[in-house]
């Protein structure tokens, strides 16, 4: 597909239990970005990638939440020990450059809910 | 984490009207003041955006209006339609970040 694809669109899991997230971002794009947004709230910065490696994971709450990029295309998000807390919308976006300010096309996102 | 405050939360403008939502940021570093749309069930998608150099940016019926001294800006949706309902963000950023940061957004409903 044209633009970036995020799965599951939807994930019911109990808390404790181990979650895994996808994005699939636009062909091409170098730079991937995830981003958690919680319910009447703007998008929160968790991570970006640039190529295979975490360039920055400042936005990780904790050391629970993990992700990858293995061979510089597709990413997973892994959360451990879910809590009721995690639950939310996560977002992916990538970018076509290294440029630090410019657009960013996002998924539509997989809403994860904790029971 | 938030550097960027938005208002107001919810706006409801008759279909015609003008609708205007505000941001105002913290961080003299940002240089990159974009404008994103968000319909339910979708991910957010780039509207309009500003760099500090301009002070007005005009894109069909929307214009941002940056003001850089009050460390402010906001998006301006002329004749405003109810196609044009949905959540609209503010974000910044900068070189120096490698995180965009959003503002909490403001739903947005053009009534008929």
């Known amino acids: 597909g044209a633009g970036v694809s995020q799965t599951p669109s939807n994930k019911v899991t109990e808390k404790g239990k181990y979650v895994e997230l996808r994005c699939d971002p636009i062909s091409g794009h170098t730079a991937l970005y995830w981003y958690r947004q919680s319910l009447g709230q703007g998008p929160e910065f968790l991570i970006y990638?640039?190529?295979?490696?975490?360039?920055?994971d400042s936005g990780l709450p904790n050391d629970r939440f993990f992700a990858v990029r293995p061979e510089g295309s597709v990413s997973t998000l892994k959360i451990q020990r879910t809590e009721r807390g995690d639950s939310a919308v996560y977002l992916c976006?990538?970018?076509?450059?290294?440029?630090?300010?410019?657009?960013?096309?996002f998924g539509e996102g997989s809403r994860l809910t904790v029971l | 984490q938030q550097q960027v405050k938005q208002s107001p939360q919810s706006l409801i403008v008759q279909k015609g009207g003008i609708s205007i939502i505000n941001c105002a940021y913290e961080n003299t570093a940002f240089d990159y003041f974009p404008w994103y749309q968000q319909f339910p069930g979708k991910g957010p998608a780039l509207l309009i955006a500003i760099r500090p150099d301009v002070s007005e940016k005009k894109e069909g019926r929307f214009t941002i209006s940056f003001n850089k001294s009050a460390k402010q800006f906001s998006l301006h949706i002329m004749d405003s339609q109810p196609g044009d309902s949905a959540t609209y963000f503010c974000a910044a950023s900068s070189d120096n970040n490698n995180d965009m940061r959003f503002g909490a957004g403001t739903r947005l409903t053009v009534k008929p």
């Open positions: 976006a990538s970018s076509p450059t290294r440029v630090r300010t410019g657009e960013l096309f």
């Open positions: 990638f640039q190529g295979t490696g975490a360039a920055d």
